[in-house]
Each structure stands twice: as C-alpha cells, then as structure tokens.
Nanobody, 127 residues
Framework: EAQLVESGGGLVQAGGSLRLSCRASGFRFYEHAIAWFRQAPGKEREGVAYIGNSDGTTVYADSVKGRFTISSNNAKQTNYLQMDNPTTEARAVYYC????????????????????WGHGPQGTVSS
C-alpha cells in the first residue's frame, strides 16, 4: 500500500526559507506524480505545486510561482517543496498526494484525482 509521510514543517519568518519533504513508499516512485496541497484554517485544500517524476514536468499555482520549488529525488523516493521568502499566505498545513503519472491528464493541481495522501501535521508552516 502506498504511504506518504511529510516532514520539515515549522516556523518561518519573513525573508526566510523552509523545505518540506514527502517520503514515499509502497509504489514505483519514478512512475508517479507528486503534488503538494495546503489547507489554511477555514479554507479548502488548494494545490500549490506538482511534479511528474517520470519526466520532470512541474506546475505551480500562480500564488507561489517564483517562491516555491518542487523537486524529487527518485533514488531516495522523496519529494521536496522548497519555500523561499513565503508570504503569510503560506501559513497552512501542507499535504503531499500521489498518482500514477499517466493518469494525471493535465489535472495537475486538482485534489480530487490523487489517490494517497500524507497526514499533514508534520508539514505545518507557521510564522
């Protein structure tokens, strides 16, 4: 069974940086896509970044372009979300989701398509 575990959340200050990790197991990581979503109190979960591990395609929400960078280390089966100089909008619980890349069909940041999710709490970003 697929499992995703987020880590790296914490306090970030204006002008600072933070890197979240998503450690995957139970599936062929290099054949799958990983996307990060975030949920702030009282708001719906929204997609922020996507990467296709088989071809390196990346997609970002407009709100994070230029500030967030998504990457994967296929050998370590780990995905990363680097946040540089985040705004207060970045304060949220972050979740990573995965899907077999061939099934994404251009719906990169559509939360409904992702099969498995991390549990989030270790991906909490506050400031």
């Amino acid at each position: 069974e697929a499992q995703l575990v987020e880590s790296g959340g914490g306090l970030v200050q204006a002008g600072g940086s933070l890197r979240l990790s998503c450690r995957a197991s139970g599936f062929r990581f290099y054949e799958h896509a990983i996307a990060w979503f975030r949920q702030a109190p009282g708001k719906e979960r929204e997609g922020v970044a996507y990467i296709g591990n088989s071809d390196g395609t990346t997609v970002y929400a407009d709100s994070v372009k230029g500030r967030f960078t998504i990457s994967s280390n296929n050998a370590k089966q780990t995905n990363y979300l680097q946040m540089d100089n985040p705004t207060t909008e970045a304060r949220a619980v972050y979740y990573c989701g995965e899907l077999y890349q061939n099934w994404v069909g251009g719906r990169y940041l559509n939360r409904a398509i992702y099969d498995y999710w991390g549990h989030g709490p270790q991906g909490t970003v506050s400031s």
